[in-house]
């Protein structure tokens, strides 16, 4: 576990060249303390490749809801020149195959984001407190998700939804859809989300090659940047709940029938 606070400082110090007077910049470190006072304990941290640039930190806390094989956290993001605004997000372990999903709610979005403006830092409270109440909805969601089956078809037609969100097409659709774990072989919402969000993320799979379509391509590479794998994440959550929404109101209007 990667406790040390030298990144959380360095990685914060703003780019004076790039922050307007309109922007009231806040420290990493100053919202990892205040998170810190809430009882929450540092799990890790998360910084770019390269230089500086979006980075975040893991929090855990005894009261976040658990479930079986899923640990369940909160990430906050941020970025170093102060000009993208602070985010609190649920973040979901999953033992099974190492993945880590990210939930953002589009109604809670707002009130997660803390913009770099005024003060700050007295939003982060509140911003951590509405995310923290989510936890017990994104719970219930993975429980309906794991109840829930799909046929061939849906998975298929979420994987090919899935695919738009990042550039390297697969050769064969199948190839998102892939068991490579021990327990996801069912067709429920969660294990299709999670072998589409694995094989997304991790790639490895053939994509398509333009100058030759008929024949596969070189292999898809691992997605590595923090706010892409971010985006894919969120994306991911948004589109396989709506999939279930879907099927609910379609199994509703049929008992009507």
């Not at 067709?187 to 994509?207: F, P, S």
């Amino acid at each position: 576990m990667n406790t040390n606070k030298s990144f959380a400082h360095v990685a914060t110090v703003p780019d004076l060249t790039s922050v307007t007077d309109k922007y009231a910049f806040i420290h990493t470190e100053s919202v990892e303390d205040e998170v810190i006072k809430a009882g929450y304990s540092v799990e890790r941290r998360f910084n770019p490749r390269r230089g500086l640039g979006l980075h975040g930190t893991v929090f855990t806390h005894p009261k976040l809801p658990k479930m079986p094989g899923l640990d369940v956290r909160i990430a906050f993001y941020n970025s170093h020149n102060g000009t993208a605004a602070q985010r609190f997000v649920v973040q979901i372990g999953v033992g099974l195959c190492a993945n880590i999903l990210e939930v953002d709610a589009p109604e809670k979005a707002l009130a997660a984001r803390i913009v770099h403006r005024g003060n700050a830092l007295d939003r982060v409270t509140e911003a951590l407190q509405r995310v923290e109440a989510y936890t017990e909805d994104v719970v219930k969601t993975i429980a309906r998700l794991q109840s829930t089956q799909l046929s061939d078809f849906q998975a298929l037609k979420f994987a090919c939804d899935a695919i738009d969100l990042r550039n390297a097409r697969p050769f064969r659709l199948e190839s998102m859809l892939h068991v490579l774990h021990q327990g996801q072989g069912d067709n429920t919402a969660w294990n299709v989300l999670n072998r589409v969000q694995e094989a997304l993320i991790k790639g490895g799979y053939r994509t398509i090659d333009e100058r030759h379509p008929a024949y596969p391509g070189a292999k898809a590479r691992e997605v590595t940047s923090i706010g892409e794998k971010a985006k894919i994440n969120r994306a991911l959550w948004k589109l396989m709940v709506d999939c279930i929404d879907q099927q609910s109101k379609r199994e509703v209007y049929n008992e009507a029938l």
